[in-house]
Nanobody, 123 residues
């Protein structure tokens, strides 16, 4: 089992950058794929990025490809989401999630979730 805690969300101006962190507990963190999701008010939760357990493979939807970068440091049990060229439509609560095995882009396939961190992008 793994516990996840997100941090790094804040208010930022459009065009700015932000790095979110997802700190995990557990000694087998490298066995877990991690995904980032976001949910804006009144909208469904949306897939943002995913990374394999070893960190060699990443996956992004077109909406963030080229702007967001997911990475991980398994020695620190931490996954990062670097967000550049932020837009007001990126405003949401951002969640990290973990699952054993291969990464996926569906939130229904993740077993462990953090509490979320708020990102607000002003225009």
């Amino acid at each position: 089992q793994v516990q996840l805690v997100e941090s790094g969300g804040r208010l930022v101006q459009a065009g700015g950058s932000l790095r979110l962190s997802c700190a995990a507990s557990g000694r087998t963190f490298s066995s877990y794929a991690v995904g980032w999701f976001r949910q804006a008010p009144g909208k469904e939760r949306e897939f943002v990025a995913a990374i394999s357990g070893g960190g060699s493979t990443t996956y992004y939807p077109d909406s963030v490809k080229g702007r967001f970068t997911i990475s991980r440091d398994n020695a620190k049990n931490t996954v990062y989401l670097q967000m550049n060229s932020l837009k007001p439509e990126d405003t949401a609560v951002y969640y990290c999630a973990g699952r054993l095995g291969v990464y996926r882009d569906s939130d229904a396939l993740y077993d462990y979730w953090g509490q979320g961190t708020q990102v607000t992008v002003s225009s």
